[in-house]
């Protein structure tokens, strides 16, 4: 078919993409709404009615739709109570509502809606797409190894709560009990945590696609092994705006979700010499204990280097009284734009909680690490940073599972000093080559956007 022809047919596909309401979620699939688009399919972004107000911009040409998940006032809360409610609640108000929604949107005459992409947290959404007759693709926003993890624990094939101290499951390297997604080792405590994430494949084996936010080479092995479970498993990754990946889609602005956009950490960056400032961010969640945050405050004030550190606002409090906010040394934001700050020369290390969209920018942007994971999928994306792509260190705990002062100077000496942080450096530049021609013209996750676009033609 001619290019335009095909262009034309698929202007009248239309794929409804449902994200998940938080931002790690959100952005990702917006990213790949845009990829779609890009093929010249028409795309619906759908969140809740609670998450809507907390999208800054989108593309003018993604329509945005909401749903209700059932807690249109106040949003899921993020405890593990909070889990347990949501599967339930989002389960019936969601189909209901995505239903509705479908309804709506099917009866505009100039296209039809032939695809729904939900966010693996919204397992229901498959049987939504089905009920109308349409194709129903799950988005896993997290990496393989941890998607395969949770899939073994689905099948029963990996029981909780864990007895062993070393796992060899099929195409993954060893992991030991503190590489494994914390919510397996606090099952006993938290049950709901890890339910919420094995629900994820609930009904995976209906889905006409499964796509996930990764590139071959990252998740090579364990992509081989699932493509034999699910003949239509395709990586898609990494989901990353263009602006900073591939010329081909280079767009002028950003798009999504931003908490503050705080330009005043650019103007500091300029000016400091290349490679010389650590950049430290815990992501958009997670939350340090008081220790933890003092040592981590007292560990950048004495290292060598410059320092910029984002605290979040509702984490402030938990900085030392005398801890200056901003010197020439050091500068503590309540949030950056962190791609521009990775994207950044004077950046010469990222201390990172390791949540799966920091550990894509990092690696897209070419910055080794010093891994500190906090929780959830965070302890499993440290050990392969560490161990298997080999683009940074993961900071050792003491017994109380603290990260000391003098742990963090060393580490950030050994990245940005030593030998072995040319290595490293070295190492996520090849990641960040392959990375850019996963996603490039004729790269694997492109072809696997196109193939997945055309799927509208048919
Ligand atoms: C959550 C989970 O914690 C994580 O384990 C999972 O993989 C995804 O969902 P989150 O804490 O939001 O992740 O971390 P991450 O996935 O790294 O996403 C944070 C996003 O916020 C990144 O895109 C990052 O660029 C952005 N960010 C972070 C900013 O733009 N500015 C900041 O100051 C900090």
């Known amino acids: 078919m001619e290019e335009m022809d095909k262009k034309k047919m698929a202007r009248r596909a239309h794929c409804v993409v449902l994200a998940y309401p938080l931002q790690g979620h959100i952005n990702p699939m917006l990213q790949f709404s845009k990829l779609l688009e890009h093929q010249g399919v028409r795309v619906t972004l759908v969140t809740t009615r609670f998450y809507y107000n907390n999208l800054k911009r989108i593309p003018p040409s993604i329509a945005l739709e909401t ?27 969601g189909s209901a509502s ?7 949107l099917g009866r505009s005459k100039d296209d039809h809606v032939g695809c729904v992409v939900y966010d693996a947290f919204f397992p229901w959404a498959q049987d939504v797409a089905k009920r109308f007759g349409i194709v129903g693709a799950v988005f896993l926003t997290q990496n393989m190894t941890v998607n395969s993890i949770y899939y073994h624990v689905h099948l029963g094939k990996l029981r909780v709560p864990l007895t062993e101290i070393e796992f060899s499951l099929p195409a993954m390297p060893k992991l030991q009990l503190q590489d494994m997604p914390s919510f397996l080792l606090t099952y006993v405590e ?25 590139f071959y080479e990252l998740d090579k ?45 650019l103007e500091w960056l300029e000016g400091k010499p290349k490679e010389s400032v650590v950049y430290v961010s815990f992501g958009s969640l997670a939350e340090l204990g008081g220790e933890q945050m003092e040592e981590v405050a007292y560990g950048l004030k004495e290292c060598s280097r410059y320092f ?46 390791c ?22 999928d965070q ?28 742990t963090l100077k060393h580490c950030i000496r050994e990245v940005m000093e030593n030998e072995e ?38």
């Open 67 to 93: 749903i209700s998940d059932g807690f249109d006032q106040g949003g899921p809360t993020h405890d593990a109570e909070g889990h347990k409610a949501y599967i339930v609640r989002s389960r019936e108000v």
């Open 98 to 104: 995505l239903a509705e929604l479908l309804e709506k």
């Open 190 to 214: 938290h049950p709901y945590y890890l339910d919420f994430f094995v629900n994820q494949f609930s009904n995976i084996d209906k889905a006409d696609w499964v796509l996930c936010n990764t």
């Open 221 to 265: 092995e364990v992509a081989d092994w699932i493509t034999k479970i699910w003949p239509k498993f395709r990586n898609i990754g990494p989901n990353i705006p263009s602006m900073f990946l591939d010329k081909h889609y280079k767009d002028d602005q950003d798009y999504g979700v931003e908490q503050f956009e705080d330009e005043e950490c």
């Open 308 to 353: 910029l550190w984002v605290v979040r606002a509702s984490e402030e409090t938990k900085l030392p009284k005398d801890f200056e906010k901003k010197s020439e040394k050091g500068l503590v934001v309540t949030w950056c734009s962190q791609l521009r700050v990775l994207a950044h020369e004077a950046i010469g290390c990222f201390v990172t909680h």
């Open 355 to 376: 949540g799966w969209n920091s550990t894509l920018e990092t690696l897209c942007l070419g910055v080794p690490t010093i891994a500190i994971p906090h929780w959830s």
């Open 379 to 406: 302890t499993t994306n440290a050990k392969l940073m560490a161990d298997v792509w080999k683009i940074g260190i993961r900071a050792p705990v003491d017994e109380n599972k603290i990260v000391q002062r003098e």
């Open 421 to 458: 942080g040319k290595v490293l450096k070295n190492n996520v530049i090849r990641w960040k080559t392959l990375a850019l021609r996963a996603v490039a013209e004729g790269g694997n996750s492109y072809k696997n956007i196109v193939q997945f676009a055309e799927s509208f033609l048919q």
